[in-house]
């Protein structure tokens, strides 16, 4: 029962760290990738003891910020409300995370240890549970401000990530009627016994990434938070407040990789990598410790999501932004009716091949 507990807790904190880590670093990356790509220096300013380490202390200085700088509430706000909503962004944006798998089992004193948090057979519906859960932290953050102009950036944000949520779930149709699974670690082992979900459905995975990026609401799907227009689910914020929609972004951008990474790259599927080891076509083998094969599936999968999290943001610092109404435009009249054929040509080629 306590080691039971202390595995949960364990693969607990690795999610965690997994998720916000890779969350706090993209903020580096948000800005030296965007200064490598405009040929300037970047952020390097923060240090400690003299040293800048390319403006890897940013994260940190950023932290400090938050946490210290005067968290403001407008007089008239909702107060309970206004409070809550970061909270509830940052909560629905984690929580996705407890169905990703990492890896295969991990063999420890002869006990099985599944490297997934929640091993739920039903993990695509548990995703997108949650997915549809998150607008309510932006629309409350928006409303409980008092402020017309947020009230506008959460209206835009509530059309444009329910309609994107129809969207997502359509574009995944095609893959699941392949798996014949919803169970995300299943889905994985198919992959590994088949073809990566890329390859099978091509359409598909280049909708769902579309999708996936316009439901982080980054470039260059941003009209929520409409910086340049001085509307913003979150203009009422500072502070912590603050520092917590800004990093719920992040979240949702690893989230995506992950889940992108999951249903068609393999998740932590590697080439010719088995239980037992490497095992090579031309009859060559390389045997590993279960602890080595598990070591590299996580570091596989850590890899595939770093890869889409550097291509989300080449896209967001290579587009530009969106209008609302042209955002609006390509869910429904774009996006939609391609995934609805994508199906339709997914059932058809079922039938034939059966």
Request: aromatic share 16%; charged share 10%.
């Amino acid at each position: 029962m306590i080691e039971g507990i202390g595995i949960l807790l364990a693969k607990l904190g690795f999610v965690l760290l997994f998720a916000l880590n890779f969350g706090g670093l993209l903020t580096w990356v948000e800005r030296k990738q965007s200064a490598v790509m405009q040929d300037r220096i970047g952020a390097n300013r923060a240090s400690i003891l003299g040293l800048r380490v390319i403006g890897l202390f940013h994260p940190i200085a950023d932290a400090v910020k938050m946490f210290t700088k005067e968290s403001f509430r407008p007089g008239d706000a909702e107060k309970f409300l206004f409070t809550i909503a970061p909270a509830i962004s940052v909560f629905f944006a984690l929580v996705g995370f407890a169905v990703i798998p990492f890896g295969d089992v991990l063999y420890i004193g002869g006990e099985a240890i599944n490297l997934q948090l929640a091993p739920l057979n039903v993990g695509v519906l548990y995703l997108f549970a949650v997915a549809g859960m998150a607008v309510y932290g932006v629309v409350l953050g928006a409303w409980a401000s008092r402020n017309n102009f947020a009230l506008l950036g959460g209206l835009r944000a509530s059309a444009q990530m329910i309609s994107y949520e129809v969207a997502l779930g359509v574009t995944i149709i095609g893959s699941l009627m392949i798996y014949q699974t919803v169970d995300l670690q299943e889905i994985v082992r198919w992959q590994g016994m088949h073809y990566w979900g890329f390859m099978l459905q091509p359409i598909g995975f280049l909708l769902f990434l579309t999708v996936g990026i316009a439901e982080t609401k980054r470039i260059p799907f941003d009209p929520p938070e409409g910086e340049s227009e001085i509307i913003g689910y979150f203009l009422e914020y500072s502070g912590m407040g603050f520092g917590m929609y800004f990093l719920t972004d992040f979240i949702e951008t690893v989230m995506i990789s992950a889940i992108t990474v999951t249903l068609f790259f393999g998740g932590w599927q590697v080439p010719f990598l088995t239980p037992d080891g490497f095992v090579f076509p031309w009859g060559w083998q390389w045997p590993l410790a279960n602890w080595a094969v598990a070591f590299l599936q996580v570091s596989a999968f850590t890899l595939k999501v770093a890869f889409f999290l550097w291509l989300q943001m080449t896209i967001r610092w290579t587009l530009p932004r969106f209008r609302y109404d042209q955002v609006m435009r390509l869910g429904w009249k774009y996006i939609l009716p391609i995934s609805l054929i994508n199906i339709v040509v997914t059932g058809f080629v079922i039938l034939l091949i059966e």
